[in-house]
């Protein structure tokens, strides 16, 4: 098993930066690729980026390329998303996730292990 915990998020101005982190424990060996989803009220869930834990390769949707980031720390077996350039459309609560295998993939049912959610509030 595989334990996900995210952490930062909060309320913030628009055009503000935030971090949100996520801190995976148990079995972390058998997992590759975390990724990062966010979901608004009364919508799907969204792939938002994602990260290969061995070579660093990332991912992004469209909608965040450019001001959201993520990278690692392997030594601490924790994630980071790095959001800049906040807009009011990136209200969301936002999950990171662990999947199996090498590959990134943007399709939620691909991910077996799932954090609760931290909610992330972008005002304008």
């Known amino acids: 098993q595989v334990q996900l915990v995210e952490s930062g998020g909060g309320l913030v101005q628009a055009g503000d930066f935030l971090k949100l982190s996520c801190a995976a424990s148990?079995?972390?060996?058998?997992?590759?690729?975390m990724g990062w989803f966010r979901q608004a009220p009364g919508k799907e869930r969204e792939f938002v980026g994602g990260i290969e834990w061995s070579g660093g390769s990332t991912g992004y949707a469209d909608s965040v390329k450019g001001r959201f980031t993520i990278s690692r720390d392997n030594a601490k077996n924790t994630v980071h998303l790095q959001m800049s350039s906040l807009k009011p459309e990136d209200t969301a609560v936002y999950y990171c996730?662990?999947?199996?295998?090498?590959?990134?993939?943007?399709?939620?049912?691909?991910?077996?292990?799932w954090g609760q959610g931290t909610q992330v509030t972008v005002s304008s």
């Open positions: 996730a662990a999947k199996y295998g090498d590959i990134l993939s943007q399709f939620p049912d691909r991910y077996n292990y």
């Open positions: 148990g079995r972390t060996f058998s997992i590759n690729v």
